[in-house]
């Protein structure tokens, strides 16, 4: 007997107990009840239903197995709970459903089962009957070394949209299956030298231009890609080949669709009754109760079951800030202060420390990263001490004030010198991730590639040396697929990247950049090690605003491992410059982004300098270096002398 159809007496599905702890908001398994799910009823096999709706007079469930009749199989109430359940037998799997919601006024609402497991692809709304999945998983060894995972790991997320990485134009322009992205996205992914691949949000979601953001079925991958095994098989094959799958997660609100979440039962269940709490004026979404405690429930086992029925390795939460404000996005008189008279949802933020707490816990070695844009303190800090418990935290302003500098002409840069350096001075009161996202590359923002200024050649040269400074500078990073080949056009979620620019030397050249960054990243310990500690980065000279030219100096743990970075802003070669180096020694070039098979100029130092004992920068030795035009470079002591080589 399969365990995806358990064999139980008659009697309640849903035990006493687990009715309170769901009252409580700590029935962690929720899911494995809650919706659909096949069963043995004595000896006879089908589907268990049930639903929270507390405020109904009555619930049934509707589907092509009884011709959509509201009458055919009512649900029975499990009291003060607000839980109704019931079992139908000779249900079988792909079956269409919902739920017949029946007011004490008005006609019946019907909407689709929160818990479904599957749903029609849009823009059809139906739940689908399904299971637990049947995929044998061959990632157990992945498994047992992510508990150990450190933070002082390589970490480079390669962020997707499912939908639009490619498509097949001989089929309609249709996107890719899960086994098709399976076999395309994830060895071009490996090639890339990235660690880690993050979806943007593939629960089903009715709407194509959301992107994934506005969510219906929370517990569902979307059916546009194939089935929930098919997703399984996806994850399970990253693994295979040494890549992590973190998934977009949208905790924060919901859409006003007929047959989602909103106003589910006749009363506002899921979010706020108020307006102004309960909803969002930016995006007309909905904002989740936190403050209920079912509500809270259906989040956190949602969280638990991507992590461990998809061995999803970890959760990337939008919109923090709209989650832990009151007044985020709203004047005066538009939001309720909290019971202090702040303007902090205090709901919210206990949701979130539980959250990171029980996520920690149940699957350690997952991270959970906060896309959080304010200064909120301690983001990424351990709940027991006050934080908020996130792993990491997107580093916003890091990301805003060097796309500001990139952005400028370079004979204006000496006069935005701040945007470079600034920082550092707030680099460690967090554990940061270095962001270049989706966001970044639509609503006429325009793409990586087109934002800077110049002609197309210093467009990419540009490029190529703000992607140096973003993996010298401490902190993980993320980048916004097709970043990585220069594409000229804003990102459109119904069009696929432009592939065919890989034919020309510059988007060549850049991709090829890319990759060579990515080796050198995760070859030098120096580049990770010590991302969140003052120990692994120091400034030689941030001062040289006039020159457009900063160089600093990153350590691994063993402080005798460092890499020398220059980087020139400017489009003017700049010979003997010099460099002051803590150690005497020839410092091997290990990466010119200027280099011809790159599309750059091919200036540069001939492989390496040898010191001189010229004092720079509080420094006795120093290089003297020729600095190639809109270009970073990285170097390392390889020898003590010419000839003698470090071991």
Known sequence: MSSNHPARDSGPLITDYEAYLFGEGHWLRAWEKLGARP???????????????????????????????????????????????????GVTAGSLYKFEIHLREGPPLVKADPFALFAQRPPETASVTSDFGHHVWRDTAWMSARRDAPLDAPMSIYEVHSGSWRRNPLEGNRSLSWRELAAELVPYVVQMGFTHIELLPIMEHPYEPSWGYQVTGYFAPTSRHGTPDEFRFFVDECHANGLGVILDWVPGHFPKDAHGLAFFDGSALFEHADPRQGEHQDWGTLIFNYGRHEVRNFLLTNALYWLESFHIDGLRVDAVASMIYLDYSRQEGQWIPNQ???????????????????????????????????????????TWVGGLGFTLKWNMGWMHDILTYA???????????????????????????????????????????????????????????LYAFMFVHPGKKLLFMGSEFGVWREWDQAESLEWDLLQYPLHAGLQRFVSDLHRIYREQPSLYEVDFEPAGFAWIDCNDHEASVISLLRRARDPDDAIVSVINWTPVVRYDYRVGVPEQGFYRELLNTDAAIYGGSNVGNQGGVQTEAVPAHGHAQSLRLTLPPLAGLLFKRTQNQIGERIA
């Open 340 to 382: 202090y008279g702040g303007r902090e949802n205090l709901d919210a933020i206990d949701f979130l420390r539980e959250l990171n707490a029980l996520t920690h816990g149940h699957h350690p070695g997952t991270v959970v990263i906060a896309e959080e844009s304010t200064a909120f303190p301690a983001v990424s800090r351990p």
């Open 39 to 89: 069963a043995i009823v004595g000896g006879i096999a089908g589907y268990t239903f049930a639903v929270w709706a507390p405020n109904a007079q009555g619930v049934s469930v509707v589907g092509t197995f009884n011709r959509w009749d509201g009458r055919a199989h009512p649900l029975e109430s499990r009291g003060a709970s607000g839980l109704w359940e019931t079992f139908v037998p």
């Open 407 to 465: 952005g400028k002409d370079p004979l204006y840069r000496r006069w935005e010198h701040q945007h470079l350096t600034f920082s550092m001075l707030y680099a460690y009161n967090e554990n940061f991730v270095l962001p270049f996202s989706h966001d970044e590359v639509v609503h006429g923002k325009r793409s990586m590639l087109d934002k800077l200024p110049g002609d197309a050649w210093q467009k990419a040269a540009s490029l190529r040396t």
